[in-house]
């Protein structure tokens, strides 16, 4: 089992920026695809970022065209975690952010954190 939690959230103004946290315990998540997804009231969620391990050590990331330029995910696997910097924050990024974790091929996300509160105010 995994267990994720976030971290980060808040309000911040137009134009501004935030640093969302996603911890991982339970399982070293180093081989894991660790995504960032987000759910704004009355809409389905959506994935915004995700990185995945390739053999050969290497990280490939992927954003939705909606953050591209403006996000960026990373992780600290000395520290088991995965980060989402979030600049030049709009008013339509705001939204619950949740943290999902799955086994390298795996056909969907197995584990997801309980969501970090995103305002950003015009």
């Known amino acids: 089992q995994v267990q994720l939690v976030e971290s980060g959230g808040g309000l911040v103004q137009a134009g501004g920026s935030l640093r969302l946290s996603c911890a991982a315990s339970g399982r070293t998540v180093t081989t894991y695809t660790m995504g960032w997804f987000r759910q704004a009231p009355g809409k389905e969620r959506e994935s915004v970022a995700a990185?995945?391990?390739?053999?050969?050590?290497?990280?490939?990331?992927d954003y939705a065209d909606s953050v591209k330029g403006r996000f960026t995910i990373f992780r600290d696997n000395a520290k088991n975690a995965v980060y989402l910097q979030m600049n030049s924050l709009k008013p339509e990024d705001t939204a619950v952010y949740y943290c999902?974790?799955?086994?390298?091929?795996?056909?969907?996300?197995?584990?997801w954190g309980q969501g970090t509160q995103v305002t950003v105010s015009s």
């Open positions: 999902a974790a799955s086994l390298m091929g795996a056909p969907s996300y197995d584990y």
């Open positions: 990185t995945r391990w390739s053999r050969g050590s290497t990280y490939y990331a």
